[in-house]
């Protein structure tokens, strides 16, 4: 692999002498094996629209850590214009931002050529042998903006600078979210709203529906360079097989069985799961209309817009397979060389069949596993699937907590308490209290087998059981305050959740149950 010089080391600047001039030399500095050098056909450079009156709204110091940016950067003089992209007119043509091009399947329909229609890409900063891309959201138009107006709104902004903070501290693969900049500029979504730009960051932003432009408009070229370019950059491993092309399709359909099971471990919903919303590296991507469940509900809809519930959190194991298997129809091109012509496409088509399969086994296993730490199981029985399953129909008819329940279940004693007020933090979140009691009995049952004490499993169970997400109503009240430019919600929510699992006694009221008036939040496209 070739060098990859470091980042800007900013980290003992004074503020007053800190400035973005080097940040902008790094980033557009040519990579020879950088998504930006497969050329012309995969994208198109241009400056972002210009954000009038720009200002700091959020910033993630963990981020610019990674990033190798000293936190100070976020006070230096030109931060809010820099990275709401306004500076990126004075770029020179050849490094200028760019927006990438894709098709994809949204809600199951082919809808053709899609692309970046609000997103630009600065470029990639190498920090501690690490490269991450920065990806402005809401840069205005592109030529992959369709009827759209290339912006985001503040609300939707918000939403996902804390959705991708939180997630990464639960253990999950995703974008990040460096900074966000707001604007008093509006534009209208079902009301007037505010806009703003997310700077996002990732090893790559590469989706399934980048292959599956190329091959839906027969360009096998372009195809194989942009799985030589997978390969090169974050499947190295794939290069050695018989079949380079048939190892990377495994590979992302291994990286995405595991990711699902880690969403459906927590609750999450993503709200949008189209083909070009997948990540090739199995990274949480684009968080439009997600959310976490609070009442467990197999059959959550996080997303209004989707009123036939496609992406409900029980479908999204199913639609995963389903976008794989599309991604597999883009792969076919590339797939069964070895063979003779004759043989090649019936051949090709077995193989990637028998890869798909491997995603079920995958997300089986991976989910029982997570669910098996959930519960504080150190040892596998025969029951275990059963005992999981008879805990959320129980959970499902009492609509409970689903972050509480497995959070309290960790105080759950293997002996039977003396008093039934012991069990009541697990208790109260049912309506069913006999179906509750019966269900615990079962699980007492099956932790006299396990060897562990209570002490040790309790704490086992609580660094994998959250007690802080990011439900919807904090979202909320963090996005109303900042509607008023009050921005101090937003970093006080970011710092609870990037410490999901400890207790946090002083911030006991962001792990309480939603009040009443949460019920009606509903969450839509309208980004």
Not at 45 to 53: G, K, Q, S
Not at 128 to 135: K, M, S, V, Y
Request: hydrophobic share 45%; aromatic share 8%; glycine share 6%.
């Amino acid at each position: 692999m070739p060098h990859t010089p470091s980042s800007p080391d900013l980290a003992r600047s004074p503020v007053s002498e800190l400035t973005l001039e080097p940040v902008r030399a790094a980033l557009t500095q040519p990579r020879a094996d950088a998504f930006a050098q497969l050329g012309p056909a995969f994208l198109t450079r241009l400056p972002a629209t210009p954000l009038p009156a720009p200002y700091v709204a959020g910033f993630s110091t963990e981020v610019a850590a990674l990033l190798g940016l000293d936190p100070a950067l976020a006070q230096a003089p030109g931060f809010a214009e820099f990275f709401c992209g306004n500076t990126t007119r004075e770029w020179p043509a050849s490094a200028l931002p760019y927006a990438s091009v894709y098709s994809g399947h949204q809600f199951g329909v082919w809808a053709g050529q899609l692309g970046d229609g609000r997103a630009l890409s600065l470029g990639e900063l190498a920090h501690d042998g690490q490269r991450h891309e920065l990806q402005l959201k809401g840069a205005g138009r592109t030529p992959y903006s369709r009827m759209g107006d290339g912006r985001a709104v503040l609300r939707s902004s918000i939403r996902e600078f804390l959705g991708s903070e939180a997630l990464h501290h639960l253990g999950i693969p995703t974008t990040r979210a460096l900074c966000l900049i707001g604007s008093d500029q509006t534009v209208w979504r079902e009301t007037q709203e505010s806009t703003a730009v997310l700077t996002r960051v990732a090893p790559s932003f590469v989706r399934f529906g980048h292959f599956e432009h190329f091959a839906a408009n027969d360009l096998p070229h372009a195809l194989r360079s942009l799985a030589d370019h997978a390969i090169a950059r974050f499947y190295p491993h794939c290069a050695a097989a018989d079949d380079p092309y048939l190892a990377l399709l495994e590979a992302i359909v291994q990286v995405t069985a595991v990711l699902l099971a880690q969403w459906q471990s927590v609750g999450f919903c993503h709200g949008v799961m189209n083909t070009d919303n997948l990540s090739l590296l199995g990274l949480t991507l684009d968080y439009g209309p997600f959310g976490l469940m609070d009442g467990f509900d197999a059959g959550f809809i996080c997303n209004h817009s989707d009123t036939q519930g496609r992406y409900a959190y029980r479908m999204q194991p199913q639609v995963a397979y389903w976008n794989l298997f599309r991604l597999a129809q883009a792969f076919l091109p590339l797939l069964g060389m070895s063979y003779p012509a004759v043989q090649r496409r019936e051949r090709a088509v077995a193989d990637a069949q028998a890869v798909l399969e491997g995603f079920r086994v995958r997300f089986t296993d991976a989910l029982a596993a997570r669910m098996q730490a959930k519960l504080g199981l150190e040892t596998t029985q025969p029951g275990d699937a059963a005992l999981v399953e008879r805990l959320l129909d129980i959970m499902q008819a009492s609509h409970a907590d689903f972050t509480l329940t497995f959070r309290h279940l960790s105080r759950i004693t293997r002996a039977a308490p003396v008093e039934a007020s012991a069990d009541a933090p697990v208790r109260d979140l049912f309506v069913d209290r006999a179906a509750c009691d019966a269900w615990l009995g079962a699980y007492r049952a099956r932790l006299a087998s396990e060897t562990r004490d209570d002490a040790a499993r309790a704490q086992a169970m609580n660094q994998v059981n959250p007690r802080y997400v990011l439900r919807n109503h904090l979202a909320q009240t963090a996005i109303s305050r900042a509607q008023e430019k009050d921005f101090s919600e937003i970093e006080r929510l970011a710092a609870v959740l990037r410490r999901p699992f400890d207790e946090q006694p002083e911030h006991a009221a962001y792990a309480a149950l939603p009040p009443v008036w949460a019920a009606t939040l509903s969450v839509s496209c309208s980004s």
